[in-house]
């Protein structure tokens, strides 16, 4: 039996570290891509919901674009974070963004009351309780330390809730729980 060149063998342990290295990294992200594509996937049918529900809503164009420009970076990080063994942080950035567009939108809305039941009936704010709940599992990938807004709507005249790490609200387990419920509220139809 020939004996192996020990550069040579050098360079092949090398070679099978770094076909390793993809699917360690994909571990990584897996809960980052879990809890972003929830996110996602809740904070969709739950717009979608309060369009329906809240009869005094008037959107502007303005804001209609935000929303949608909010809503295509969601999931173009969600999709990213969940196929990818390396998503970009740029994508992640872009991802809080949205997400915290989305939020400002609804909790800066009058006409939005936050005690509304959602589509699984929980609360609101409930709802976007869970999602800044899991917002730190969706940063911690790149160790990413982006502000998530306040959920708290300030009292009218009052200087609007500053932007921070709030501590969690509920359980990860919890909020995971509730927002899979609400993404899977999307796949029900809806009673005649």
């Avoid at 594509?37 to 303005?62: C, E, G, H, Y």
């Avoid at 063994?85 to 009351?113: C, R």
Wanted: proline share 10%; with cysteine; charged share 15%.
């Amino acid at each position: 039996m020939r004996a192996v060149d020990p550069s040579r063998r050098a360079a092949l342990q090398a070679v099978v570290a770094l076909l390793f290295l993809p699917s360690l990294t994909g571990c990584a992200l897996s809960a980052a891509g879990k809890s972003a594509q929830l996110i996602a996937d809740a904070l969709d049918v739950t717009w979608r919901f309060i369009v329906a529900q809240v009869p005094a809503l008037s959107i502007t164009a303005a804001t209609q674009a935000s929303m949608t420009g909010a809503f295509r970076a969601i999931h173009a990080g969600a999709w990213e974070l969940t196929t990818q063994a390396a998503a970009s942080p740029d994508a992640v950035v872009e991802y809080v963004k949205g997400v915290n567009e989305v939020l400002t939108v609804i909790v800066a809305t009058p006409a939005i009351p936050l005690d509304l039941p959602g589509p699984t009936g929980d609360p609101l704010s409930t709802i976007l309780a869970a999602v800044v709940t899991l917002m730190p599992e969706v940063e911690s990938s790149f160790k990413l330390s982006i502000p998530v807004v306040s959920t708290q709507r300030s009292a009218p005249g009052a200087p609007p809730q500053p932007a921070g790490k709030p501590a969690p609200l509920m359980s990860t387990d919890a909020a995971q729980a509730l927002l899979a419920r609400i993404a899977a509220s999307r796949k029900t139809p809806a009673p005649r």
